[in-house]
């Protein structure tokens, strides 16, 4: 992971990046009933978790460092070893190093990994990854012994999948109908760019996300065409990697390296972007500038006009009345 690099926010993490929003999220997941009493710290670290790229969430809560991630590519067996290098980051950036060698036990929050799975391929409705699955040496010494575990609940949250969990979490809920509705209205073949304002217009007028697609519209419309765009193009780079025939975990490796480079071209394109915007914004300031320059010229000289019909005005009325003076002699 490179901890320079910035994070590349997704519609997820935006929309989530909210302690109510959160709080809900988590207690319809959780199944637990926290409630605004409850802090809840949003302590994402400031680097991408899994192929720099997605910015998702991490918070603590009751005692808990959760790691939440939303995620639409195919599930990575490897998961449970990220999570474990992700974890020990955070374990080191929160911990005094000279408390570990006290006698008195230290405590830490007890870490949870949730994955949210929103992309197109089956997959069941729940399923758990666990880290001694990659271990070479299974044995009866792992549980004589004892070893390190560590588990990645992987919940699917597509249309069909955990009703029941949708329904605690109207925000979750939301979420899942509007990509939905963009997946729906590619499927017919409609432009990314349309389908994604049809739907911004859709969640607005049916209260789906309504307050927050009305803020962020327009920041909306772009991390979606950016995170459909990753996900084409992970798709297709799969594909090709298979094709050539390279192994899987070099197949996800390759996709990894090309999803990096592209997130780098994407981000210089952005960044050209707005520089062209804000020198677009100067220019048409300085237009303004300009136009209120030649508008105040021309006030001035409808006064001067004002004033110069105001004097004639006056003089014939100076002329006719000396005129009329002397008619009278």
Known sequence: MDAKREYKATLFSKLFNDTDRLRELYNAIADTDYGEDTPIEINTLESVF???????????IGGK???LLEHQSTINSNMPLRCLM????VYEQITDNRALYHKKLLQIPTP????LYNGVQDFPAEETLRLSDAYAGQDESITKFGSLELTVRIVNINPGYNEALLKKSETLKGYTAFVERIRDNQRKGANL????????NWGISNGILGAFLEKQGSEVNSMIMTEFNIDIAKEVWQEEAREDGFEEGRVEGRVEGRAVGFAEATEKYEQAIAEKDNAIADKDSV???KDSVIADKDSVIADKDNVIADIKAENERLAALVTKLQGGQ
């Open 193 to 200: 760019y349309d389908v994604i304002n049809e739907a911004i």
């Open 287 to 289: 237009i303004a500038d």
């Open 86 to 89: 992700y974890i020990a980051r």
């Open 65 to 67: 460092y959760v790691v």
């Open 112 to 115: 949870e990994f949730i994955v």
């Open 50 to 60: 899994f192929n720099d790229f997605r910015n998702d969430l991490s918070f603590t």
